[in-house]
C-alpha cells in the first residue's frame, strides 16, 4: 500500500481520500478550511502539515489557481502532484511548467465520474503527462478510477474531459428544453422519458440511420458530408421551426436560437448542399 497526500476535501476530494482508505493506503489530507478534514481524520486519515506535505500529492480544487494558492512558495524536490481539478487546457500547461520549476512532476487528469461514482465499475479518468511517472503510481490512482492515458501533452487530459462536458451538458440542455417544452401540452416528464432515451442510445449506437456520433465522427475523419438525402438546408429550415415551437410555448431560446444561427451561417456559407456534418467547418472558423 502506498503514501497519498490528498488536497482539497470537497466532495470529490473527501470521495478519493475515503476510497483510497477503504482500500488500504495511507492518507493524508490537506483543506484551506482545516475543519473539512475531520471526518476524514475520524476514519484514519493523518493531517497533512501543509498542502505539498508527501512525495504523492492527489489535488482536487475548483481551479489551479487554487492549487497555486496552497503549495504557496513551497519547493517540490521529486514530489509528484496529480492534479484531477477543472481549468483550460493552456493553464494546465502552464502548471506543468510552474511544477517542474519547483523540482516536482505534475500529472493531469480529469475525472469522468461525479463523487459517488469514485472506486465503483464503470468510473474513468483522463490522465496525460509523462508516462513512466504514472505508471509508478498506477496501482493507487485505480483504487479511484480505471486510468485513461491519452498522451504526454498535460493539455490533453483536459481537452478530452471538456470534450465529455460539451457533450453531456449541451445534450442535457436540450432534454431540459424538451420537457419543458412538452410540459406545456400536458406531456409529463416521465411520459417523454423513453423517447429521450431511444433517441440517446440511438445516436451512440454503431449502426442505423440514426447513429450519428459515428456517422459524424467518420465524415470529419475523411472531410466528406453528403447531403442528398438530408441537406443542412433542410435541416436548418426544422430547426427554425423548433425554435418557433419553442417560443409558441414560452420557452426560453437563447441556445436554440444559437444553434439554428450556426446551422443558418454554414449554409450562408454555401454549404447547404451538404449533410448536417457540415456545421463543424462553421465551428472550425469562428
Same mark, same amino acid.
Given at each position: 500500500?502506498?503514501?497519498?497526500?490528498?488536497?482539497?476535501?470537497?466532495? !470529490?476530494g473527501s470521495a478519493m481520500a475515503e476510497t483510497l482508505l477503504a482500500a488500504g493506503?495511507?492518507?493524508?489530507?490537506?483543506?484551506?478550511?482545516?475543519?473539512?478534514?475531520?471526518?476524514?481524520?475520524?476514519?484514519?486519515?493523518?493531517?497533512?502539515?501543509?498542502?505539498?506535505?508527501?512525495?504523492?500529492?492527489?489535488?482536487?480544487?475548483? @481551479?489551479?489557481?487554487?492549487? $497555486? %494558492?496552497?503549495?504557496?512558495?513551497?519547493? =517540490?524536490?521529486?514530489?509528484?502532484?496529480?492534479?484531477? *481539478?477543472?481549468? @483550460?487546457?493552456?493553464?494546465?500547461?502552464?502548471?506543468?511548467?510552474?511544477?517542474?520549476?519547483?523540482g516536482g512532476t505534475l500529472i493531469t487528469g480529469g475525472i469522468m465520474v461525479p463523487?459517488?461514482?469514485?472506486?465503483?465499475?464503470g468510473a474513468y479518468t483522463f490522465y496525460s503527462g509523462p508516462k513512466d511517472v504514472? %505508471?509508478?503510481?498506477?496501482?493507487?490512482?485505480?483504487?479511484?478510477?480505471?486510468?485513461? $492515458?491519452?498522451?504526454?501533452?498535460?493539455?490533453?487530459?483536459?481537452?478530452?474531459?471538456?470534450?465529455?462536458?460539451?457533450?453531456?451538458? *449541451?445534450?442535457?440542455? *436540450?432534454?431540459?428544453? +424538451?420537457?419543458?417544452?412538452?410540459?406545456?401540452?400536458?406531456?409529463?416528464?416521465?411520459?417523454?422519458?423513453?423517447?429521450?432515451?431511444?433517441?440517446?442510445?440511438?445516436?451512440?449506437?454503431?449502426?442505423?440511420?440514426?447513429? $450519428?456520433?459515428?456517422?459524424?465522427?467518420?465524415?470529419?475523419? +475523411?472531410?466528406?458530408?453528403?447531403?442528398?438525402?438530408?441537406? =443542412?438546408?433542410?435541416?436548418?429550415?426544422?430547426?427554425?421551426?423548433?425554435? &418557433?415551437?419553442?417560443? /409558441?410555448?414560452? !420557452?426560453?431560446?437563447?441556445?436554440?436560437?444559437?444553434?439554428?444561427? =450556426?446551422? &443558418?451561417?454554414?449554409?450562408?456559407?454555401?454549404?447547404?448542399?451538404?449533410? =448536417?456534418?457540415?456545421?463543424? /467547418?462553421?465551428?472550425?472558423?469562428?
Open positions: 500500500m502506498s503514501d497519498v497526500t490528498i488536497v482539497g476535501l470537497g466532495p !470529490m493506503h495511507r492518507v493524508k489530507v490537506w483543506n484551506r478550511t482545516a475543519s473539512k478534514a475531520e471526518p476524514l481524520l475520524a476514519k484514519g486519515a493523518g493531517q497533512a502539515a501543509t498542502a505539498a506535505d508527501g512525495d504523492l500529492l492527489v489535488v482536487s480544487q475548483i @481551479s489551479y489557481q487554487a492549487m $497555486y %494558492d496552497s503549495i504557496g512558495d513551497a519547493r =517540490l524536490d521529486g514530489k509528484v502532484l496529480v492534479n484531477l *481539478s477543472s481549468d @483550460s487546457p493552456e493553464r494546465l500547461r502552464a502548471a506543468a511548467r510552474w511544477v517542474a520549476g519547483r463523487p459517488p461514482g469514485i472506486g465503483q465499475p504514472l %505508471d509508478q503510481h498506477a496501482t493507487t490512482l485505480e483504487a479511484l478510477s480505471e486510468i485513461t $492515458y491519452v498522451g504526454e501533452d498535460e493539455g490533453l487530459a483536459m481537452m478530452y474531459y471538456q470534450a465529455q462536458l460539451l457533450i453531456f451538458w *449541451s445534450s442535457l440542455t *436540450s432534454h431540459m428544453h +424538451a420537457m419543458a417544452m412538452l410540459r406545456t401540452a400536458g406531456v409529463s416528464p416521465l411520459e417523454f422519458l423513453p423517447f429521450a432515451q431511444e433517441t440517446f442510445t440511438q445516436l451512440g449506437s454503431d449502426d442505423g440511420p440514426m447513429a $450519428y456520433a459515428k456517422i459524424l465522427a467518420e465524415e470529419f475523419e +475523411a472531410e466528406t458530408y453528403p447531403g442528398e438525402q438530408n441537406s =443542412l438546408r433542410m435541416q436548418a429550415v426544422g430547426l427554425g421551426h423548433v425554435v &418557433e415551437a419553442l417560443e /409558441e410555448a414560452g !420557452m426560453e431560446t437563447t441556445v436554440p436560437n444559437a444553434l439554428k444561427r =450556426l446551422f &443558418e451561417r454554414a449554409d450562408a456559407e454555401g454549404r447547404g448542399h451538404e449533410g =448536417l456534418g457540415t456545421v463543424i /467547418e462553421s465551428i472550425r472558423k469562428p
